[in-house]
C-alpha cells in the first residue's frame, strides 16, 4: 500500500514540519543500523587506530565518522534514497549523531581556543629549558677523540644507498630479492662506540610480504657513519625481527601498541640495538608517549616510553624520570624527535617576551635555520642546528644543542654563516665537478667552530670532504679527498688569517702513525718481520705480522694503521701491545717502522777545499 499523503502547506506557500512515515519493521532496521555501525567502528579502528584520549584529534574524527556512518546505514535500511517519504524519518535517526557531531565540534573549537598561542604563549616557551654554555667548553674539541676519522662521512640519504649495498648478503641465506632497506627508518645512534645508522629491512612487496611473514625480518644493515663500512646483520639462532612497521595485521608495530595501550598517544618510533657484549646485539623499538602540556591540543612532549622488543613483541614501560636517572637505559640514544624538538625550541625564541612581541617588535625572536645533523657527546647522541634572527638573512647568532635522550639543551653563542652558506661555499670549491655538499656537521678545531661537509657526486658517493670556518665560511675553508690533507689545509689557511690551532692534524687522522706517545701500559717488542698474512674479518682488513723475536702473529686493522699495507719482509718495526702476549694471535696496538741512521757526511780530504 502506498504511504499516505498529506498536504501540510498553507496558501501563502510555506511548509510545515514533514510527517514522520516509519519505514517496515522499523525497530528490526534501527537495530540494523546500530549493529553495522559497531562494525564499521570496530573495522574503522583497527585500520586507523585511533588513540582512546580527549587529547587526540584523530579521535574526535573517529567519534564522528561513526556518527556519520548510523545515518548512512539509516538511509539505507529504510530505503530513504528511492522513497523520499521516509526522508523525515532518517532525519529524525540522526539527531542523536547530530547531536554527539555538533558536540564534538563545539569541544574541538574550545580546545584549540584554550591552546591558542595568543593567550599561551609564554607556556609554549617554557616546553623547553635552555642553558646557555661556552663552545670552547661545551663542544668536545677533536683532540678529545679518539681519533678525527670517526667524524661521521655519511647522510642519511648516502647511508640508505650504502645500506642497499648489504642487501646482497642475503643471498647466503636463500633470501635474495625478498627484502629492501627501510627507507623511515634510518636513525643515527651510538654503537660500540661509534656513530652508527641501524636500518632494518623490510618487504620488498606485498607478494613478498605474503611469503617471509610467517618467519619475519631476518635483520638490519649496521652502516659505521666513519668509515662508510656497512653490514648485514642475520639475527642469530634462527630468530627474527616479528614486528616492526613493515608487517600488517597483529605484527604491525602501531597495531601491536595500539591493543596494549588504547589511550596513549605515540610518536614515530626509532628501531635501536643493544650492545650485549661479544658483538651480540638485542633488537628494540623505542616508541615516544605523547601528551599535550597545553590546553587540550596544544605543547606536545613526551612523557615516557615503551620499549618494544623486535622479536618477541614485549613491552615496557618506562618514564622519562626513570630514562634520566636509570644508567641501565642509557644505551637509548633517541626519545625526542628531531622535528618535535625544533618546535618547542621554535616556540621558545618565538614567544619568550610574549606574543606580540613576536609579531610587532620581535626583539630577541629566533628561530632555528633550516636542517640538522648530530654530535655525539660522551655517549648520548645531540641533535644540533643554528639559531638565526627571523629577519632571513644568512647570519648565524648560535647553535643549540639537544641531547635527544633527556632533551637537555644548551644555547652556543657563535657569530657566523648559516649551514647553507657554509654548503654553498664548499660547493664553491668543486664548482668545476658539480659535487654537493652534505649537511654540515659542528666540530670544535682546537677553539675553532668548524663546519665539516662531506661532498658526495650525483650517484650520491662520498668523494671527498670539506672544512669550512663557521666566523669566516666566506674566506677560510678547505677540501681535499684525503682527510688528513684537508684538516692540514685548513689549519694552513687559518694560520694565514691569523687564527692560531696548536695541534698536530696528522695525529688525529692517523692516531696510530709512529710516535713516541705510546702509553706507559704498551709492551714493546722490537724484531724483524719475517711472515705477513691477511684477513677479512667483520668487514675489515687485518694485517698478520711475525717477528723474528717473538712466536706470535700480531694482528692490527688496515683502519686503525693504513701505513701497515707498506710493510714488507724484512723491515725491522717496533710493535707496541697491552696486556699479556698469550696465545698464538696478539691484538697490537700500534706499530712503528724502525728509522734507518743516516750515515755521517763524509769528512772532506783537504778541509782547503
Known amino acids: 500500500m502506498d504511504p499516505i499523503k498529506v498536504d501540510f502547506s498553507k496558501k501563502d506557500g510555506s511548509r510545515k514540519n514533514d510527517i514522520v512515515v516509519p519505514p517496515e519493521r522499523a525497530a528490526l532496521k ?29 579521535f574526535y574524527i573517529y567519534l564522528a565518522a561513526v556518527a556519520v556512518s548510523y545515518i548512512i546505514f539509516s538511509a539505507v ?17 540522526a539527531r542523536i549523531p547530530g547531536i554527539l557531531i555538533a558536540a564534538l565540534i563545539v569541544v574541538v573549537a574550545i580546545g584549540y581556543l584554550f591552546s591558542c598561542q595568543l ?42 644507498q650504502i645500506a642497499t649495498r648489504g642487501l646482497g648478503d642475503l643471498a647466503k641465506f636463500g633470501l635474495e630479492s625478498q627484502f629492501k632497506v627501510s627507507e623511515e627508518n ?18 620488498d612487496n606485498i607478494i613478498k610480504w605474503f611469503y617471509n611473514t610467517k618467519a619475519g625480518i631476518p635483520g638490519y644493515i649496521k652502516i659505521d657513519m666513519s668509515s662508510m663500512e656497512q653490514k648485514l646483520v642475520k639475527l642469530d639462532d634462527g630468530k627474527y625481527i616479528r614486528y616492526s612497521t613493515a608487517e600488517h595485521f597483529q605484527y604491525n608495530l602501531k597495531r601491536h601498541l595500539r591493543f596494549n595501550y588504547p589511550t596513549y598517544m605515540f610518536g614515530d618510533a626509532t628501531f635501536e640495538v643493544k650492545e650485549l657484549g661479544n658483538e651480540k646485539y638485542q633488537t628494540y623499538w623505542v616508541c615516544p608517549i605523547l601528551d599535550k602540556t597545553i590546553g587540550l591540543f596544544g605543547g606536545t612532549d613526551v612523557k615516557g616510553i615503551i620499549l618494544v622488543d623486535a622479536i618477541t613483541g614485549e613491552c615496557t614501560e618506562y618514564s622519562m624520570d626513570e630514562i634520566i636517572k636509570n644508567t641501565d637505559l642509557s644505551w637509548i640514544d633517541r626519545v625526542y624527535d628531531s622535528d618535535l624538538v625544533v618546535e618547542q625550541y621554535n616556540y621558545y625564541g618565538k614567544y619568550r617576551d610574549g606574543f606580540f612581541n613576536s609579531l610587532l617588535g620581535q626583539q630577541g625572536v629566533v628561530a632555528t635555520t633550516e636542517g640538522y645533523n648530530y654530535i655525539a657527546q660522551k655517549g648520548d647522541v645531540w641533535m644540533y642546528t643554528g639559531v638565526t634572527s627571523v629577519t632571513g638573512d644568512n ?27 657554509a654548503q654553498n661555499s664548499a660547493q664553491g670549491l668543486v664548482k668545476d665537478l658539480q659535487y654537493t655538499a652534505t649537511f654540515p656537521i659542528l666540530l670544535n678545531i682546537g677553539g675553532e667552530p668548524t663546519y665539516f661537509m662531506s661532498l658526495k657526486d650525483e650517484n650520491n658517493i662520498v668523494q671527498q670532504c670539506a672544512l669550512v670556518n663557521v666566523r669566516q665560511y666566506n674566506s677560510i675553508s678547505a677540501n681535499n679527498k684525503d682527510l688528513a690533507e684537508c684538516l692540514n689545509i685548513y689549519i694552513d689557511e687559518l694560520k694565514k688569517a691569523k687564527v692560531e690551532v696548536d695541534f698536530d692534524s696528522e695525529s688525529l687522522v692517523n692516531p696510530n702513525t709512529p710516535s713516541t706517545d705510546n702509553s706507559p701500559e704498551a709492551t714493546p717488542v722490537p724484531g724483524v718481520i719475517t711472515d705477513i698474512r691477511t684477513a677479512d674479518k667483520d ?4 694485517y698478520y705480522i711475525k717477528l723474528d723475536s717473538n712466536a706470535a702473529y700480531f694482528s692490527i686493522a688496515v683502519k686503525d694503521n693504513e701505513n701497515v ?9 717496533t710493535v707496541y701491545y697491552e696486556g699479556n702476549a ?25 778541509p782547503a777545499e
Open 119 to 160: 593567550f599561551r604563549a609564554k607556556d609554549y616557551s617554557r616546553i623547553i629549558t635552555v642553558t646557555e654554555a661556552d663552545f670552547k667548553q661545551g663542544i668536545e674539541s677533536i683532540e678529545d677523540h679518539e681519533s678525527f676519522v670517526e667524524v661521521p662521512r655519511l647522510d642519511g640519504d648516502s647511508a640508505n
Open 186 to 203: 634510518n636513525n643515527q645512534i651510538n654503537l660500540d662506540g661509534k656513530p652508527t645508522r641501524v636500518v632494518p629491512l623490510e618487504y
Open 539 to 542: 668487514g675489515n682488513t687485518y
Open 565 to 573: 699495507v707498506l710493510l714488507n719482509k724484512g723491515d725491522k718495526v
Open 77 to 93: 535500511f529504510s530505503n530513504a534514497l528511492a522513497k523520499p517519504e521516509y526522508m523525515p524519518y532518517v532525519k529524525k535517526q
Open 395 to 421: 647570519s648565524l647568532t648560535g647553535f643549540v644543542l639537544v641531547n635527544q635522550r633527556t632533551k637537555e639543551t644548551k644555547f652556543y653563542e657563535v657569530a657566523g654563516g648559516t649551514e647553507s652558506s
Open 30 to 58: 534501527i537495530i540494523l543500523s546500530v549493529l553495522c555501525s559497531a562494525v564499521f567502528a570496530g573495522l574503522l579502528f583497527y585500520f586507523m587506530l585511533p588513540a582512546i584520549n580527549f587529547k587526540a584529534i584523530e
Open 582 to 606: 698469550e696465545g698464538d694471535i696478539v691484538a697490537a696496538k700500534s706499530i712503528e717502522t724502525a728509522v734507518a741512521e743516516e750515515a755521517a757526511p763524509e769528512a772532506p780530504a783537504n
